[in-house]
């Protein structure tokens, strides 16, 4: 009888410490404590998607709920040839969203960097007629989205499209359609998958002539009558901008233009700013020694302004969680991110959640903190 009482207040007890470690906020992960106010999501490079960077694998089904492609789905990659389409690595990717039950991004479908030569030109190296290149961007956008139709639940229908100063960059899509290539996407898209969100991703769209823009778009496709759900806004943050204020009004304008807010791309350089904060990749700088000072870890005085940075965004995004789907940050570990490479090559950043060791670093918890305090 002594056992049996001896065993039922171990259970007792045991079950106790069990509520109190599910209670407390440290026993929780970012999608879990953010899972009431948006989807918390990474991008995936090919060693995760094929199960090869094991560390990297456990940190994604542990702590995030949404995963979109780093690379494998741009169209250099999935139809490197016209119709010899490649579609092992998307194939893994929404695979193992679907195995973890997240919520799965496709990037992207439109895009003038990473997007073969072929698309726009002719067997003679000449641009295209409008509708040959009409046709090209229907049979991609269509084969492509067809195949993932009901699995992928969103996609950046067009990527990059818009200056800082509001004109249209002039890509060849633009050259040789004009403005119209974006709601020509938009609508095969839509007629490709109509249960599928549809965003349009950019950079820098706090910049207030780029975001007049961006928000004239929005408002020609609802008057075309075409689906468009939320603007990607591509969070490649430095230490010194933007401001926070700047940021909020643009989350509010788009929200008022009648579309929800992505936080696409975020990651935050604790590093020196080289030159004009841009996420353009053909825009790269020489290195020099002094814009790449920590080569063996952040001051601690770094690390904490770095922390609050990354802080005070998260309170920006918890403020307005009723505009904001999805917060995606662009990476799982610093040793992956590509601001290692970008601007400067070579220089060693720390613009992650998770260290170069995999280790969830000390802002994970403060996040998750942050989002208990705000409940």
């Known amino acids: 009888m002594k056992k049996n009482i001896i065993h039922i207040l171990l259970a007792a007890g045991l079950a106790a410490v069990s509520a109190c470690t599910a209670l407390h906020p440290d026993s929780k992960t970012l999608k879990t404590a953010l899972k009431n106010d948006f989807y918390m999501g990474t991008a995936m490079n090919l060693p995760q998607i094929y199960g090869k960077d094991k560390k990297s694998v456990d940190i994604i089904k542990k702590q995030f709920n949404s995963i979109v492609a780093e690379n494998c789905m741009k169209s250099m990659y999935l139809q490197p040839r016209e119709g010899a389409f490649h579609f092992e690595d998307a194939d893994r990717f929404v695979d193992f969203g679907e195995q973890n039950n997240m919520f799965i991004i496709g990037h992207t479908l439109i895009w003038h960097s990473q997007a073969p030569r072929w698309f726009f030109t002719d067997n003679v190296g000449k641009d295209v007629s409008p509708e040959v290149l009409k046709q090209r961007m229907k049979n991609h956008i269509t084969t492509v989205m067809s195949r993932y139709k009901g699995r992928i639940k969103g996609w950046d229908v067009v990527n990059e499209a818009i200056l800082e100063d509001g004109t249209y960059r002039k890509s060849k899509f633009y050259e040789i359609l004009g403005e119209e290539f974006i709601p020509l996407a938009f609508q095969y898209a839509h007629e490709a998958d109509p249960s599928a969100e549809l965003y349009y991703n950019d950079y820098n769209e706090w910049y207030p002539a780029k975001k007049e823009t961006v928000i004239q778009l929005i408002k020609k496709l609802k008057s075309k009558g075409l689906r468009i759900d939320a603007v990607g806004m591509q969070a490649h943050l430095g230490m010194d901008g933007p401001l926070i204020k700047e940021y909020e009004t643009a989350i509010v304008d788009y929200a008022a233009a009648g579309v929800k807010v992505n936080i696409t791309e975020l990651d935050i350089s604790p590093l020196p700013n080289p030159g004009k904060m841009t996420a353009n990749i053909s825009d790269t700088i020489a290195y020099r020694e002094e814009i790449n000072p920590y080569t063996h870890g952040l001051p601690k005085n770094i690390e904490t302004e770095w922390e609050n940075r990354y802080l005070d ?61 705000q409940k």
């Not at 090559?345 to 969830?360: A, I, K, S, V």
């Open 313 to 373: 965004f998260f309170r920006l995004f918890l403020k307005h969680h009723d505009k904001i789907e999805r917060v995606t940050v662009w990476g799982v570990a610093d040793t992956d991110s590509w601001k290692n490479n970008f601007p400067v090559h070579g220089r060693t950043d720390y613009p992650l959640l998770f260290d170069r060791n995999y280790q969830e670093k000390p802002l994970v918890k403060k996040i998750i903190r942050l989002a208990e305090e």
